[in-house]
């Protein structure tokens, strides 16, 4: 009775301090991993401005947010007719084309293919008159929807605002 | 001298390790040629650790530095450029290497028991070298280096629910970037030397269970053996000086054989290359990867999920083959389905080396159809293996009683 009693005792001491030890060098390694998270600097580079005064019609340019590329696009009204063709519910990321602009002529898009990451190349470059990822063959619209390939989502849009009518300011200050 | 040892081996039995480990070893007496690629192995890796330390006292692991730091070594650094072509073409060597270690052990079934452990570590060593080949292929910051880079560890964005923030979490921003760049560096200079420990483990495992032989039969020792030295040991150097010999050509006479030239632009995150190629030793799981692009929004996840599972499937590899005989040496039905897997995966290989919509005869075949297939016969290896040996539906050949 008194040797079951002291092996409870002993297996309840053995699995506590167990589990004491386990959380604690769980807890010391938080630091650790949190530092591979993005450091201050790089989530200060929030936001980009970029002057879109001397985009003429049909002409698109790339510019740098946080890193990654944008493609701003000022549409053509050819371009814009195929979007709103492609405002079918059939599409693998259903979106309609309204809601992927601020301005019917000024497209904004991420340009990293929602399947691995590459940048897609310029419109006009793919099927439906849009962008192809050259990595795996994704067809991306005039609106930056998937239309066909692997890719599983349509191209983001970025957050962005209008500073001036000329002045775009993409993605959201922190704080 | 005698003397001196004697007083080591008093305290640390120095000599009999070497004598029991190393010189009279036992060692089955047919051990084929196909057994050197251990031994080649680890000379590769002995020669990736000499090179990739010196390179490092020269290389700057810094987004705007590190591609003119590695012309830096190529043109300025006394027997730089030998440096880092010995390097990058030893991950070559290194992956010809393994590769035909791995299949030596396939085919001569030294993964059966009682070698199953042996054989796991030896697939934990084989993901510990991918992670690394990958991570030092990104340390030149060219365009193969940033693209290739953003394209794998894109892979993770398709674990559900964690993958987005996975993902950030390992770029240390909101893209491939010079935190990203910098813990590659250090990780690639880690890893190896974890792959070493992992190494002794696996020599180890050798050790506690022996070498399997072309028979596969179990080996009396003493009748069927003979001392590692120096028996094995001449074997080994022998192999190792042809197998240099074909190293230094390349390290000498075609150095960028195996580098894509895009690699010689260096990174710009704004452009993505027009044809992205892994290095060759990745091409038939990359082919897989891109294989499965036909179930809608789940292709990405299970795309990666079939190429974590080709190298993974490795690990059940001693439970599904059921044959009362290791070696396929007498099995005809898995000789056969053994050249056919080493024929399909080089057939994965070239489909992962053209793009994805590149086809056969003026758009006849479509390559990704071939790559399906591919796909298919790959894993298909595995199930038909463990169904002609479950079922009995093999008849092995009688195996010699011994050596």
């Known amino acids: ?175 | 001298m005698s003397k001196i040892m004697e007083w080591i081996d008093a305290r640390l039995p120095v000599t009999e390790l070497i004598k029991s480990q190393a010189t009279e070893y036992p060692t089955p007496k047919n051990l084929n040629y196909w057994w050197n690629f251990g031994s080649l192995a680890l000379m590769v890796l002995i020669i990736m650790i000499a090179t990739g330390l010196f390179l490092a006292m020269h290389y700057k692991p810094d987004a705007l530095l590190a591609f003119n730091s590695v012309e830096h070594i190529m043109r300025d650094v006394n027997y730089g450029w030998l440096l880092r072509y010995m390097h990058a073409n030893g991950a070559t060597f290194f992956f010809i290497a393994v590769y035909i270690h791995i299949l030596r052990g396939m085919y001569y079934g030294s993964y059966r028991a009682p070698r199953e452990i042996l054989w796991w570590i030896g697939i934990v060593i084989f993901f510990m070298l991918m992670g690394t080949a990958f991570m030092g292929y990104v340390l030149p910051w060219g365009q193969m280096s940033y693209w290739g880079a953003a394209v794998i560890t894109n892979l993770m964005s398709a674990i559900p629910v964690v993958g987005e923030d996975l993902v950030t979490w390992i770029w240390g921003g909101f893209s491939v970037a010079d935190p990203t760049l910098n813990r590659f560096f250090v990780l690639h200079f880690l890893l190896p030397l974890l792959v070493v420990g992992v190494v002794v483990v696996h020599l180890w495992a050798l050790h506690a269970v022996h070498s399997n032989n072309p028979t596969g039969i179990d080996v009396h020792e003493g009748k069927d053996t003979l001392p590692f030295h120096p028996y094995f040991t001449i074997k080994d150097l022998y192999g190792m000086g042809v197998f240099l010999i074909i190293y230094c050509y390349f390290v000498f006479f075609a150095p960028n054989a195996f580098i894509e030239a895009d690699n010689y632009i260096p990174a710009d995150p704004m452009k993505t290359p027009a044809h992205i190629v892994p290095e060759w030793y990745f091409l038939p799981f990359y082919a897989i990867l891109r294989s499965i692009d036909f179930l809608g929004a789940f292709s990405k996840l299970a795309g990666v999920i079939a190429m974590v599972a080709s190298i993974a499937i490795l690990f059940i590899l001693p439970f599904l083959d059921r044959s009362p005989v290791r070696s396929f040496r007498y099995r005809p039905l898995s000789k056969q389905l053994f050249w056919l897997f080493v024929a399909n995966a080089i057939v994965l290989g070239w489909v992962g080396y053209n793009p994805p919509d590149a086809s056969l005869f003026h758009g006849a075949i479509p390559l990704i159809l071939i790559g399906r297939i591919s796909t298919a016969i790959y894993f298909s290896y595995f199930v038909l293996l463990w169904l002609i040996t479950a079922l009995n539906i093999e008849k092995p050949r009688p195996v010699p009683k011994s050596l």
Not at chain 1, 32 to 46: E, G, H, N, T, Y
Not at chain 1, 117 to 138: A, D, E, M, N, R
Request: charged share 20%.
């Open chain 1, 1 to 175: 009775m008194a040797i079951e009693v002291e092996e409870n005792r002993r297996d309840f001491l053995i699995l506590t301090t167990s589990a004491f030890g386990v959380a604690g060098v769980a807890a010391a390694a938080w630091p650790f991993i949190r530092s591979w998270s993005p450091s201050a600097d790089v989530l200060a580079q929030a936001t980009t401005e970029v002057d879109i005064g001397a985009l003429q019609k049909g002409q698109m340019i790339t510019v740098p947010w946080q890193g990654k590329p944008v493609f701003i696009v000022h549409r053509t009204p050819e371009m814009i007719d195929l979007a709103l063709k492609g405002d079918t519910e059939s599409l693998p990321d259903p979106a309609k084309d309204a809601d992927r602009v601020k301005r019917p002529e000024l497209l904004v898009l991420l340009a990293v293919c929602t399947h691995l990451g590459c940048v897609p190349q310029p419109i006009g470059t793919g099927s439906y008159g849009g962008f192809l990822c050259p990595c795996h063959g994704s067809h991306y619209d005039t609106s930056g929807r998937i239309r066909q390939g692997p890719a599983p989502r349509n191209l983001e849009v970025p957050h962005y605002d209008f500073k001036n009518p000329t002045t775009l300011v993409i993605g959201k200050a922190l704080g």
